[in-house]
Structure formats: structure tokens, C-alpha cells
């Protein structure tokens, strides 16, 4: 594995973390993103990772100027991939859209650029065809807040090349990550399909008014131990990630719950501009949310 120029396209839940990761760990960072407007909401995002990285890596200061200057932006396509040596994709999670910047990046990404999607619910065979290099493309999929969930999903389709696959998963290590491999496709990867179950429950006891949100999160924390409940994730994950997931499903399923699921979300949420912690409401209200404060429990 000899990356040393990285592009993340999209800086948006996972997409401005992964960039600051890669960063911090050496690479040259490109982040390509729609407009100048966007990329300036990523650079006020990463002096919040600074702090973050400060607090729960005891990164120094050496570290994170070193890290600011591994970063460039833009909002030019083919200048964002000149060089580039792997392409990591984390646009929204709509098939369309995903398509249509494959097709405009196929058009303008170096022969040698290795395409890697963040996709956390779509098939990469989905998108083989129109990255134009199949045997260069791949899925690499990481966890919320990676530098503390290190997880570094790799997952290959029937056409990745083995050495795609092997320069992947050391490209994840080198970032600090477990590197995970996945030798077959597996909608939701592995973390997904361990976690997509109990957030649809809960999606689905709360659409169909068996028990409120606070209810469902306090039954998981007090039953499990664990910190926050499947609508405390929901927040982070971020409800417009979630809404096209779900949208997918009830498209494809038909699922009534599904279809209440989606709807629900865009009528209440995303309508409303209340996408989680990224915009300080979604099923809570941030910084404080009431699942941290004393007596939630009770």
C-alpha cells in the first residue's frame, strides 16, 4: 500500500470525520464537496473535532496543526482527484445521487485512483458498473465518532481486485482503525446488520404508538447497561441517513411499518430541520439531551 493522497468527497456526518482522521494520521487530504458554502460548515466542524481529538486522543497541538495542514478543499471535482491515489465516497445515501457522481467522477479521477464508497446500507455491485473500474472499487465503512468507534469495515464485491482488497485494508490500520474484512456483500455490513434490527424495532414501536422515545430508550439502557438508547443512536447517526435508509426498504419491501417509519421521519424531522445531533435536535435536544441527565433511569 502506497497512498499518500486521499479525497473524501461529501463533509458531511462521517464524510468531514473520516477527512480529519486520514488527516491526522499523515495523508494528504482533499476535501471535495458541492459548494464553497459546504466546505465552509466542514472547516467550522473540524476546529470541533480539534477539541474532541484533544479530549479523548490527548492529541497535541503539534499534532492538529500538523493535521490542519494535511487539508486542502474544493469544490472542483477534477482538481479534488489530481493525484488522488484512493477516492473515498460519502455522499448522501440515495442511489441516484450516488450513481450520477460515480458518472462524473469516472469522467475526470486519475487511472490509478481506487474508489472507495462509505455506503452503510447500498451494495457496492450496485455502483460497479458506472465507477468505470470495477476491479478498483471497494466499500470501507466506518462507525460515528471513528476516532473512538475505530471500526473500519472493508467490503469487497465479486469484481475487487485482491490487491484493492489488501491495499484497503492496510489503508484502514494506517488510519487507525480494526480493519474488518467482508469477503462477500452483506447489505449493512456487519455493524449494520448487528444494529439496523434494533433501530427498526424501535422506529417501528414508536411509529405504531406501542411506547414513547423515552420509554424504549430507557427499557434498552436499564435492560442492557448500555449509554444511550436505539433513538440516542438515531441522533447521532443523523435522521437523514436514516430516513434513506428506510426509504430504500419501504420502496423495495413495501413494508407498511416501513412506509409509516419514513414518513413519519420527513413529516416530523427532516421538515422541520431537527436531523440529530448535527443540527442540536432530533428525538433530543443537544448538548444536554434528557437520556444523560440524572434520574432518566428512574
Known amino acids: 500500500m502506497n497512498f499518500k493522497n486521499i479525497t473524501v468527497a461529501g463533509s458531511g456526518v462521517l464524510g ?3 477527512a480529519f482522521q486520514t ?8 476535501v471535495y464537496d458541492i459548494n464553497e458554502d459546504a466546505l465552509e460548515k ?3 466542524k473540524f476546529k470541533i473535532l480539534s477539541e474532541a481529538f484533544k479530549q479523548d486522543m490527548n492529541a497535541t497541538k503539534k499534532q492538529l496543526d500538523a493535521t490542519s495542514k494535511n487539508l486542502k478543499y474544493t469544490s472542483d ?11 473515498i465516497e460519502a455522499v448522501p445515501e440515495n442511489l441516484k445521487i450516488k450513481i450520477d457522481f460515480y458518472k462524473k467522477l469516472a469522467k475526470v479521477a486519475p487511472k490509478k485512483t481506487i474508489f472507495a464508497t462509505n455506503s452503510s446500507s447500498l451494495l457496492p455491485s450496485k455502483l460497479a458498473k458506472v465507477t468505470g473500474r470495477p476491479e478498483k472499487f471497494i466499500a470501507l465503512h466506518f462507525a460515528n465518532e471513528i476516532w473512538k468507534h475505530n471500526t473500519g469495515e472493508v467490503m469487497r464485491h465479486p469484481k475487487t481486485s485482491n490487491r484493492v ?13 480494526v480493519a474488518l474484512p467482508i469477503y462477500k456483500e452483506q447489505p449493512g455490513y456487519i455493524v449494520n446488520s448487528l444494529l439496523m434490527p434494533l433501530l427498526g424495532s424501535a422506529l417501528e414501536l414508536w411509529v405504531n404508538d406501542i411506547s414513547d422515545i423515552e420509554t424504549i430508550d430507557k427499557t ?10 436505539p433513538f440516542g443512536i438515531l441522533d ?47 428525538f433530543y435536544t443537544y448538548p444536554d439531551p434528557d437520556y444523560k441527565k440524572k434520574g432518566f433511569l428512574k
Open 16 to 18: 468531514f470525520q473520516i
Open 23 to 30: 488527516a491526522f494520521h499523515g495523508f494528504n487530504v482533499t
Open 42 to 44: 466542514a472547516k467550522e
Open 77 to 87: 471535482l477534477a482538481a479534488a482527484l489530481k493525484g488522488a491515489d484512493l477516492l
Open 165 to 177: 482488497f489488501d491495499d484497503v485494508m492496510d489503508f484502514a490500520n494506517a488510519i487507525g482503525m
Open 220 to 229: 434498552w439502557m436499564v435492560a442492557t447497561g448500555a449509554p444511550m438508547g
Open 236 to 282: 447521532v447517526v443523523g435522521i437523514t441517513t436514516v430516513y434513506n435508509i428506510n426509504k430504500i426498504a419501504a420502496d423495495s419491501s413495501k413494508s407498511p411499518d416501513k412506509i409509516k417509519v419514513s414518513e413519519r421521519l420527513k413529516k416530523d424531522y427532516i421538515d422541520k430541520g431537527k436531523l440529530g445531533i448535527s443540527t442540536g435536535k432530533g
